[in-house]
Structures are given as structure tokens and as C-alpha cells.
């Protein structure tokens, strides 16, 4: 006998509450099994495994970000909250249960709805969306476009395509999951276009998009005024934080050489998304985000080469500044080496004897002017309220730091890599970050980072380790 309980808030989720008679067993035994319960599937959202790709060549019929009354420049900064709270390890409050020390958000037995509940949600789990369905799309386009061989060949098995194929089916379950909060206007999947040629391109392209689709919701999961929509979204992104591991791992680098993943605005995250869509359907939900200029690192380091910050421009664009291996003769691919501590193709972890980036290295950049038309039917145009950027800063961790840009003409400048720990023992600039140019070196944290968007003139992802 078997009850099957649907309840109506949860059952938009997807969510199946059962409870299963249990058997009565004379003995223990270890091959038991029971009648398979049927089980409700809720649907996934409607999709294709693979869309058409390339860059939109049509006219928009609407562009602009979505936009309403404005109210100011920017955000005035205001003093911090009183907080009373003693914090000495005793309890100052009764407690409402057994074992229930007194507080929280949402602790009160209020049944969640799972629903957003501010603009600032909406726009923030829309974002979310988008990212959801390019990730769903990369993945199996990777699959697509590449055969096996080519992906033996870059040390890529049967298991190791497994994973990728595995890693798209759980987009479909995210971008479901998002769609069904949402509601009918959630956006829905577009058609997108990837600067990448081989494996090894794509295999970079795919960890540095989850680096920033992962950073993107860090940036607003806890500023949600749906804590109970930041609950699903939470149990969506750690699984993202894994893939972002894996394809470092199938990149043949350190898997996690930070203590701490970074968080970024929305914006930031929409303006490294927005370039890859090609285009979306007629009535698509629009985004209120704003799309910086791009801005392109010159010597990016490659993670292909055994000497990776040896590179002058080798990428395959600006935003997320993408490695090439056009230019990486044999004797300096560190794929071709079984020399620990060259050797970077496919492992659980890797050694690198010449690190990627160090302190007091030169970073040179340049970037474009404002004005360009980008993202899905180049129907949102790059903005900036920044006039010229006078400074690089590091986006990691739990830090930024500013650094001046030097030799400012021309679109160009060059700066230098700084030297900065969270805590002792944790170098913070490592991994994947994120390099914006600003004209204020504005003190922000974690938690206000955003702050400093008005003075954001554009920004890239940095491969430092
Ligand atoms: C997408 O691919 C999966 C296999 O990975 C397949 O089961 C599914 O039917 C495909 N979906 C569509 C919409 O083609
Ligand atoms: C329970 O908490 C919610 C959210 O924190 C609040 O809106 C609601 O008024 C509270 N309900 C009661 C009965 O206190
Ligand atoms: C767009 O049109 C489709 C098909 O008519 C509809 O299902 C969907 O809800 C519409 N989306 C929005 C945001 O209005
Ligand atoms: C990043 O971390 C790895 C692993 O600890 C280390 O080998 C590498 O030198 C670090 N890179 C930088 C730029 O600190
Ligand atoms: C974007 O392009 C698609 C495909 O050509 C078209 O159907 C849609 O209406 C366009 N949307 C906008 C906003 O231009
Ligand atoms: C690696 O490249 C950097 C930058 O070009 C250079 O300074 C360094 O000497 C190189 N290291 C080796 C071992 O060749
Ligand atoms: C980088 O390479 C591209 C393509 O080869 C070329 O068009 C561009 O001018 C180069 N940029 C710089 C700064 O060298
Ligand atoms: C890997 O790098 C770490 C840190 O530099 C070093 O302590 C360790 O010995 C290296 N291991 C191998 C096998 O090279
Ligand atoms: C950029 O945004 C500002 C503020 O919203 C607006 O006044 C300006 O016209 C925009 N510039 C461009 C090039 O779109
Ligand atoms: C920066 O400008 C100074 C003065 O014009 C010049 O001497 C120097 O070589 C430049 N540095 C770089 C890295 O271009
Ligand atoms: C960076 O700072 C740390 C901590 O002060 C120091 O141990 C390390 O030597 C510095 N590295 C460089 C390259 O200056
Ligand atoms: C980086 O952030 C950590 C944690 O907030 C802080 O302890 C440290 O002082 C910061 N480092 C710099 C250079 O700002």
C-alpha cells in the first residue's frame, strides 16, 4: 500500500512528498527489494539539447535594457546597522521549541511559496535562467561538435563525456526549477555562439562561464527577499561550483587553489553572459542589467602552455578572454609533457611548476568605448558612467584591491599584479577572478560589493592560476 502526497505549493516545484509502508522482515537481508513505488515525474521545462549557433546578423526590433522611472545616479552609502546582539555564546531569548534557539528568517512555521517577491529577485533568478539554458546548450553543443577521437585525443574518455552529457541533463533541472518560480514569463531558452575552435578552447570556455555563472549568484543570493527561492537557488548553484571544478580538473589545473569563491553584481555577470546569446524569441522577458564595455587582457595567461604567463594575445576575445591555442607551438604545449609539474592534461589535480601569474607581474589591457550593441539580437547596448578607468581592480576571494592602471592612452594601460592574502597562507589572487577597470578605488566587501558599479568601466575574467 503505497499513499502518494502532492502538496500544491511543492508540487510546482517538482517536489513529491511520499511515504512508504514498510515491510515487516523476519531476518535481516541484504538483497530485499520491493515493489518499485510509481512515481510522479514532474515535467522539465521545453528545450532543445542543441540550437542553431552563430552571431546574429539581423536588426532588433526593441533595444535597451528594461528600464522604469530611475530615482538617483547611484546608491548613497549609509552607515552600519546597530547590532546589539552580544555575541558570548548564551542564549538571550526564549526559545519558541524544544532545541529552537530564539531568531532566524522565516523560522516561524510560515509555509514557503517559492515565489520571488521584488524586481530585485525577479531580475536576479531571470539572470540566473539565462545562464542556466547557455550552460544547458554549451555542454552538448560540446558534445555535438566534437567526436570522440578529438576528445581522446585532448585526454578526454567515454567517462569523462559521461560527466559533460550528465552536467547538461542537470541544467535541464535547474533551468526547470527556475522556470517553475518564475512563472509563464520566465525567459526561456535562445541561440547562443561560443569562441572556441577545439576541445581544449572549449573545455577553458566552459570554466571560465560556470566560474562567473557560480560568482554571478554569490554576488545576490543572500540579498534575495525570497529566502525561500535563495534555498532552491542554493542547492542549484553548489552543484554549478562543482561542474566549474570539474573543468578546471579536465583543463588540467589545480581543481580549487582558493579558500574563498568570489561573489559579483548581477550586471558584471550579465555583461560576461550577454555577448555569447545570439539571439532569443520575439516575446522574450527582457533583463534590467547593465552591459559594461568589454575589455580585453593582452597577456592573458593560457593554462595550455607550460609557461602559461608567457602569452601575448591569445585569446579568443574579450569578456571572458578565452584561451587560443592557435599560436602554442609543440615544445611549448604543456598537454604533450608526462613531466610532473608540466604535464596539464585531465586529472584529478595538477601540479604547476611555472605558476600561471605572480605578484608584481604586468597585466596589459584594452578596452572598447561604450555604445556597442551586444548580447541576444544585439538588442542591449554597453554602457558605462566611468569617463576614463584609472583603475585595475582584483576581484577574488574575499578582497578587492586596486591597483593603478599606468600608461593610460589610447584605450590601453598596463598594471601590476598585486600581492594580497585573505588570511595567512591564502595568496588571495589564485584561480579563476575577475579583473574591472574603475575610476574610484572604493572600499567595498563582500556583501556591498555592488556599490561600486557607477564607477565600473568594464571588466574580464583573469586566468591567474
Ligand atoms: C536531450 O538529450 C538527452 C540525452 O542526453 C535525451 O534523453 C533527451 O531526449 C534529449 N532531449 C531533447 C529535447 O532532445
Ligand atoms: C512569520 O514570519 C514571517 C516572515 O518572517 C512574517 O511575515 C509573519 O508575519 C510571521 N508570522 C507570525 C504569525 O508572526
Ligand atoms: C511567449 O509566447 C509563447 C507562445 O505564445 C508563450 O507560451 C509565452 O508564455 C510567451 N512569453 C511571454 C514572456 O509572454
Ligand atoms: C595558485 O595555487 C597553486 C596551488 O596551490 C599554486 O601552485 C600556484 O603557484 C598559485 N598561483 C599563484 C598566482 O599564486
Ligand atoms: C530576435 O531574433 C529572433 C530570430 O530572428 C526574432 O524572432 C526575434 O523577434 C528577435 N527579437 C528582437 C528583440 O529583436
Ligand atoms: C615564463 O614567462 C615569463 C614571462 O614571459 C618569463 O618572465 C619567465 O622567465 C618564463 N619562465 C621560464 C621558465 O621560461
Ligand atoms: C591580436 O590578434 C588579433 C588577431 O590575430 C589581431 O587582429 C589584433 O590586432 C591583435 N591585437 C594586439 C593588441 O596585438
Ligand atoms: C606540488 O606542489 C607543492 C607546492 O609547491 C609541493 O609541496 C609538492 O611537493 C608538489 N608535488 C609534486 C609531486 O610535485
Ligand atoms: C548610459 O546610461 C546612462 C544612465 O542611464 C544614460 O544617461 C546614457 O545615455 C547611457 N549611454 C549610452 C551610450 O547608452
Ligand atoms: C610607460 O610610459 C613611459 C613614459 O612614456 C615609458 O618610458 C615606458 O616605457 C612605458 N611603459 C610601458 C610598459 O609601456
Ligand atoms: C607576498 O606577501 C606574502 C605575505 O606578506 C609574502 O610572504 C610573499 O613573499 C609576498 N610575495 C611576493 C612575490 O612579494
Ligand atoms: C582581504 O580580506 C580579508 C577578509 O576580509 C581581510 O582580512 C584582509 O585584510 C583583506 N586583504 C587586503 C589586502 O585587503
Redesign the pocket.
Known amino acids: 500500500m503505497v499513499a502518494l502526497k502532492v502538496s500544491t505549493g511543492a508540487a510546482l516545484l517538482g517536489f513529491v512528498a511520499r511515504s512508504l509502508a514498510v515491510p515487516v522482515v523476519s531476518e535481516a537481508t541484504t538483497t530485499f527489494s520491493a515493489e518499485a513505488t510509481p512515481a510522479v515525474v514532474p515535467p522539465d521545462v521545453p528545450h532543445t539539447n542543441v540550437t542553431s549557433h552563430g552571431p546574429y546578423t539581423g536588426t532588433p526590433t526593441t533595444t535597451g535594457a528594461l528600464l522604469t522611472d530611475v530615482l538617483a545616479a547611484s546608491i548613497a552609502p549609509l552607515p552600519p546597522k546597530p547590532n546589539p546582539y552580544p555575541s558570548d555564546g548564551e542564549l538571550h531569548a526564549p526559545e519558541p521549541a524544544p532545541y529552537t534557539p530564539a531568531g532566524g528568517t522565516d523560522t516561524n512555521g510560515t509555509i514557503p511559496d517559492y515565489k520571488v517577491k521584488s524586481d530585485f529577485d525577479y531580475e536576479s533568478i531571470a539572470l540566473g535562467l539565462y545562464q542556466e539554458w547557455i550552460e544547458l546548450d554549451l555542454f552538448h553543443w560540446g558534445l555535438a561538435t566534437f567526436s570522440p577521437e578529438e576528445f581522446e585525443e585532448a585526454g578526454l574518455t567515454a567517462e569523462d563525456r559521461y560527466l559533460i552529457e550528465f552536467m547538461a541533463d542537470q541544467e535541464v533541472g535547474h533551468a526547470t526549477l527556475l522556470s517553475n518560480i518564475l512563472g509563464p514569463s520566465a525567459p526561456v531558452q535562445c541561440t547562443y555562439n561560443y569562441p572556441v575552435t577545439n576541445i581544449r578552447e572549449f573545455i577553458d570556455f566552459c570554466q571560465k562561464l560556470t566560474r562567473f555563472g557560480e560568482s554571478g549568484v554569490y554576488g545576490f543570493l543572500n540579498h534575495l527577499d525570497a529566502h525561500d527561492v535563495g534555498q532552491l537557488l542554493l542547492q542549484s548553484i553548489t552543484t554549478e561550483a562543482r561542474q566549474q571544478m570539474i573543468f578546471r580538473q579536465f583543463e588540467g589545473l589545480?581543481p580549487m587553489?582558493v579558500w574563498f569563491e568570489v561573489g559579483i553584481p548581477q550586471s558584471w555577470a550579465w555583461t560576461l553572459l550577454a555577448p555569447y546569446i545570439s539571439s532569443c524569441p520575439a516575446n522574450q522577458t527582457r533583463l534590467a542589467w547593465q552591459n559594461y564595455p568589454a575589455v580585453y587582457i593582452l597577456n592573458q595567461p593560457n593554462p595550455a602552455r607550460i609557461n602559461g604567463s608567457s602569452a601575448w594575445n591569445e585569446t579568443t576575445g574579450p569578456y571572458t578572454n578565452t584561451l587560443s591555442t592557435a599560436d602554442i607551438k609543440p615544445e611549448e604545449d604543456c598537454s604533450a609533457s608526462k613531466e610532473v609539474g608540466v604535464n596539464c592534461s585531465p586529472a584529478i589535480t595538477r601540479?604547476?611548476s611555472e605558476?600561471?601569474?605572480?605578484p608584481g607581474r604586468q597585466v596589459f589591457l584594452q578596452w572598447d568605448e561604450p555604445g556597442k550593441p551586444i548580447g541576444p539580437n544585439n538588442s542591449y547596448i554597453t554602457n558605462t558612467t566611468v569617463a576614463q578607468p584609472t583603475f585595475a581592480a582584483w576581484v577574488t576571494q574575499l578582497n578587492v584591491t586596486y591597483t593603478p592602471l599606468q600608461n593610460v592612452s589610447d584605450n590601453t594601460a598596463y598594471t601590476i599584479q598585486p600581492n594580497v592574502s585573505t588570511f595567512a597562507g591564502d595568496?588571495g589572487?589564485?584561480?579563476t577572478m575577475f579583473l574591472v577597470l574603475t575610476d574610484l578605488d572604493l572600499y567595498v566587501t563582500p556583501y556591498n560589493i555592488s556599490m561600486l558599479n557607477p564607477h565600473v568601466y568594464g571588466l574580464a575574467l583573469y586566468q591567474?592560476?
Do not use: T, V
Not at 355 to 358: D, K, T
Open positions: 589545480f587553489p601540479n604547476r605558476p600561471l601569474s605572480y595568496p589572487i589564485n584561480g591567474s592560476g
